[in-house]
C-alpha cells in the first residue's frame, strides 16, 4: 500500500475554490487510479473524482458539475483536486486514494490506499 499525504483543506465562504493536493512519496504512480473521495458524519464515503495516471482518463460525480478539477503532476507525484464555486454541501472530510491497476475504477471499495483526509467547510 502506499502513503499519502493530502493537504490544502479549510475554511472558507460559499463561491470560493480550494485546491487539496495528495502526495505520494517515493513511490511511482504508473498504473495506479487516483481518486479524491468525501465523507460526511452519518452518511458513506462518496467518490468525488478519479483519474487514472497512465491514461489520463477521468470520472466526475454527477454533483461536481463542472465545478472541480482533478488533475495529476508526474514531476511532484501529486494528484490534485481545484474545487470551485463551492458550496455549503460540499463540506466534508475529503481523501485521496489509490489503487494499483489497469483498470478504471472509481468507486470507494475499489481502492486499498488511503490519506488521513483534510477537513474542508464552506459557510454559508
Known amino acids: 500500500q502506499l502513503q499519502l499525504v493530502e493537504s490544502g483543506g479549510g475554511s472558507v465562504q460559499a463561491g470560493d475554490s480550494l485546491r487539496l493536493s495528495c502526495a505520494v512519496p517515493?513511490?511511482?504512480?504508473?498504473?495506479?487510479?487516483m481518486g479524491w473521495f468525501r465523507q460526511v458524519p452519518g452518511k458513506e464515503r462518496e467518490s468525488v473524482a478519479v483519474i487514472h495516471w497512465n491514461n489520463l482518463k477521468v470520472y466526475y460525480a454527477d454533483f461536481v458539475q463542472g465545478r472541480f478539477t482533478i488533475s495529476r503532476d508526474g514531476a511532484k507525484n501529486t494528484v490534485d483536486l481545484l474545487m470551485n464555486s463551492l458550496e455549503p454541501d460540499d463540506t466534508a472530510v475529503y481523501y485521496c486514494?489509490?489503487?494499483?491497476?489497469?483498470?478504471?475504477?472509481?468507486?470507494?471499495?475499489?481502492?486499498?490506499?488511503w490519506g488521513q483526509g483534510t477537513q474542508v467547510t464552506v459557510s454559508s
Open positions: 486514494a489509490a489503487r494499483h491497476t489497469s483498470r478504471f475504477v472509481t468507486a470507494p471499495d475499489d481502492f486499498d490506499s
Open positions: 517515493g513511490d511511482t504512480l504508473r498504473r495506479h487510479v
